[in-house]
């Protein structure tokens, strides 16, 4: 299984040097998209909690109830790098549908699911549909938040 084995934002940023430039150039994109969603650095769920034990880029914090009716704070926005790919989740619904499926074939990823894509290369994605969406993603989380 891959593993990116760090403990800090800029060890995760720096941990794949073939990628690096594509997931620094994504961080951008996101910063720049939705600047209301603040970067940190996800450590992963620790065993017996409910959630994904993977370590990731956030931005932006979201929270949801688990199965058992634990709190639990999650990103809104994901980003992952896995073995030969990095996937971005999104956990940000809009009227309880997934905001990622009217995206399904657009944004160049090499595998979507119902919350989250998968890209190999920066350059195959749809920059404008993508800062399209995570500035969506960042419009319902403040309208959330007000409410």
Do not use: C
């Not at 990628?19 to 017996?48: E, W």
């Not at 790919?85 to 990823?109: D, R, T």
Request: aromatic fraction near 12%.
């Amino acid at each position: 299984m891959f593993r990116v084995d760090v403990d800090s934002l800029e060890d995760y940023l720096d941990f794949d040097l073939k990628r690096k430039s594509d997931l620094r150039k994504l961080d951008i994109l996101i910063r720049r998209s939705a600047p209301g969603l603040k970067r940190y650095f996800h450590r992963g769920t620790p065993a017996g909690e409910p959630g994904m034990r993977f370590r990731m880029i956030g931005y932006g914090k979201f929270q949801y109830v688990a199965r058992n009716g634990q709190y639990v704070d999650w990103p809104a926005v994901g980003v992952a790098l896995q073995k030969n790919y990095i996937s971005v989740y999104l956990s940000v619904m809009k009227g309880g549908a997934s905001l990622i499926q009217p995206y399904s074939g657009k944004p160049g990823q090499i595998r979507i699911g119902r919350n989250h894509f998968s890209f190999r290369m920066y350059e195959d994605l749809d920059v404008r549909l993508l800062a399209s969406l995570f500035a969506e993603v960042e419009q319902i989380l403040q309208s959330d938040l007000r409410h």
